[in-house]
């Protein structure tokens, strides 16, 4: 058994991983943390680890942020992690960090089908390259690239492309966050670190305050058909979909996508409407290659401590 | 020794390719023939076979176009190539269908620093992706993946990502082509196969009649201060500089960028100003990963035929 964690800029979760005869993966003893109630990631670790009643000697942690020499800073929060000094300070005797998109594409090669929800149906390319990539705090995207008949996983930045602007709304958001902005990316409009920003943007296109709403309420409130909060969801549903399409096509994604990530999870009623998804196929009307590509919405929250203990399984083994 | 070409929208290119002993290859008996002036593209190898006085028996063709099962529609031009028809119909023993940009991206490994211009310096990551990407007749992309100690090459679809608008001309340029077209994509803008229509738009914005100038009169009035011509060229190439920002976010390509394809070539005057480099890391100021990519411009026009000969040989060694 191991300890294995997703830490994001929002929530800290852990659970404990166990592997099966046949190589399966097992999860138990799940825990979410939020972020906000710890100073430090080393008391939010050691709270789990008290919590269980076991001390394990591993900790596999796949974190929102690059990884150099076995330390990151989170993308979107204060945070520090450096792999030696957790295993000091949480007297485990080896910590492994690895970036948190890498774990997620990882996961898709372990998870089974009703870990998702079909967005669009399409066929995919054998041997062709993966695209896993979605809104959490921030916005992740790896590519899985096949490679003598495994996945090389190829973290990349795209959440860090320019959003395209491709409706009225698109337009009208574009314009009031280049104002103070010289670059408006697609994390920008979709990720969860940027909400509040987007809302005051669309209250300012509805000519009214900025509401003082939980990212939780504006998804409520949206699904419940109040005009504000509807478009709030629509632009980062849209965006999510649009960007998609532009990363298939840079990446040849032919083998499938992957939506992945919290925010992307919370927006499944937008994601999964018919009109949404048709912006995928309509970035390039007159070639089949959008349409064939399947993409499929990860709902299990599992998936990326899943596929963090996938990752350090395989590398253990090729060593 | 052995045939090779370089098939596109506009111009097909063949010369012949020999091998040194030491696994360089040397090609001679250029020639370059318009397209246009032959209806059959058999017709025009012929032509070329005959000058050269010698037949080959293996003739490794680039083309504009995807390669299935040996067989290719060019994406911008009605000819249709099968490998089987042009061995018979040229009387040559062997012929190999490539994609032009797979041919472009393994020139990168096998041509000096002589074939290109610096655009922007930087720091090449080892073992990260690099990007080969530009417009010719359309606009191709190819992804270079680190594998192994090689290269594997991914052919991708980049140039059929829609264009991102960033200035006032960007958004008066969109708002024209998109009376028209539902996605304005990246080729749209840049690519040779849309210069007239581009080139109406910008007339449009200019408030004057469309002007019959040829490709490269555009070019020569542009860099001689012409306001219309040099807004044409100056659109073309912030959207390549933006395009590949983009991409190189959504691929990972750390290990830098290859500006490649005709157009690009004759732009360079524009590609190589300061001002429209500085939009490339302008995309995402905040991080250093787009900072530290280098980026070429690729002028020698031979580059795609080294690279169809170094892709076939290597082929074969793999065999």
């Keep these: 058994m191991f300890l294995v964690g997703d830490i994001g800029g929002t929530n ?9 005869d046949d190589q399966g993966i097992v999860i138990s003893d799940f825990e979410k943390f939020n972020a906000q109630q710890f100073d430090r990631f080393d008391d939010t670790m050691n709270k789990f680890v008290e919590g269980i009643g076991v001390r394990p000697s591993l900790a596999v942690l796949a974190v929102a942020g690059p990884i150099h020499n076995g ?9 520090q992690l450096n792999a030696n000094d957790l295993s000091r300070s949480c007297r485990i005797d080896e910590v492994c960090l690895m970036n948190d998109f890498t774990a997620m594409a990882f996961s898709v090669t372990r998870i089974g089908d009703d870990s998702y929800i079909d967005l669009k149906q399409g066929k995919a390319l054998d041997n062709a390259p993966m695209l896993v990539a979605g809104p959490g705090t ?7 690239i096949p490679s003598n008949g495994e996945y090389h996983a190829l973290a990349c930045e795209g959440g860090h492309s320019l959003f395209v602007p491709r409706s009225d709304l698109d337009r009208a958001v574009l314009d009031i966050l280049s104002r103070k902005h010289d670059a408006v990316s697609v994390e920008r409009i979709c990720g969860g670190g940027y909400l509040d920003e987007l809302t005051a943007a669309i209250a300012e296109i509805h000519g009214v305050q900025t509401p003082a709403l939980t990212p939780q309420e504006i998804i409520e409130n949206g699904e419940a058909g109040d005009a504000l909060c509807r478009d709030i969801c629509q632009i980062r549903a ?20 992957v939506v992945a990530g919290g925010v992307a999870r919370h927006l499944s ?23 064939h590509i399947p993409i499929r919405l990860l709902v299990n929250p599992l998936a990326p401590l899943v596929g963090a203990a996938a990752h350090y399984l395989r590398y253990e083994n090729n060593e």
Tied chains: 1, 2.
């Design 71 to 79: 330390e990151v800073k989170l993308t979107n929060r204060s945070w």
């Design 238 to 257: 849209d965006v999510i979909i649009s960007s998609l399409a532009n990363m298939a096509l840079v990446g040849g994604a032919r083998g499938g996508i």
């Design 269 to 291: 009623k937008f994601l999964t409407d018919k009109k949404t998804i048709e912006r995928f196929a309509a970035v390039w009307p007159q070639g089949d290659f959008l349409q």
């Design 138 to 144: 921030g916005f992740g995207s790896c590519l899985l």
């Design 12 to 20: 800290a979760r852990f659970a404990i991983a166990r592997t099966t």
